[in-house]
């Protein structure tokens, strides 16, 4: 069966966000058309779909790197942060905004907390290798990815 390692992530996390937001069940909370998403941004995302976005790379992440915390995926989604004339430094992105997805994300029974981290259910597990499955079928050109 194929996995969510034999298809491109951003296909994969594209694929995913679509099926979420069909879901009706994960929803954006009011303050995101407000909020960046971590201190190394200057603007709020352009993407309307942005949540659904993060929601299904937070899935792939946590497929990815197994049991992982609320801080370790704040440094995944960190950059740099532009100061002028001075270096950049690195800064992390929003923890709220990764836990409050996360939430959402539990609710539905995708993901689940252990002592060590977040893992994902067998829900989880399944939404991210049918998406893959079904991407593997619809382009054959990634038989060689």
Same mark, same amino acid.
């Given at each position: ?59 792939? @992440?946590?497929?990815?790197?197994? !049991?992982? *915390? +609320? &801080?370790? =995926? ?6 740099? /942060? ?33 002592? @060590?981290?977040?893992?994902?259910? !067998?829900? *989880? +597990? &399944?939404? =991210? ?6 991407? /593997? ?9």
């Amino acid at each position: 069966m194929t996995t969510a390692y034999d298809v491109p992530p951003s296909q994969l996390i594209k694929s995913v966000s679509e099926e979420l937001k069909k879901t009706k069940k994960i929803k954006p909370p009011e303050w995101v058309s407000y909020v960046k998403t971590g201190a190394s941004r200057e603007h709020q995302p352009l993407d309307s779909d942005w949540w659904y976005i993060r929601c299904a790379s937070l899935l792939r @992440k946590i497929y990815e790197k197994g !049991p992982i *915390g +609320v &801080s370790r =995926l704040a440094r995944l989604y960190g950059g740099k /942060k532009n100061r002028g004339m001075k270096p950049e430094k690195r800064r992390r992105g929003s923890g709220s905004i990764i836990k409050d997805a996360l939430t959402q994300l539990e609710a539905l029974g995708m993901v689940k907390t252990t002592k @060590k981290g977040r893992v994902l259910t !067998p829900k *989880g +597990v &399944s939404t =991210l290798d049918k998406a893959a499955h079904e991407l /593997k079928k619809k382009m054959p050109e990634l038989e060689r990815y």
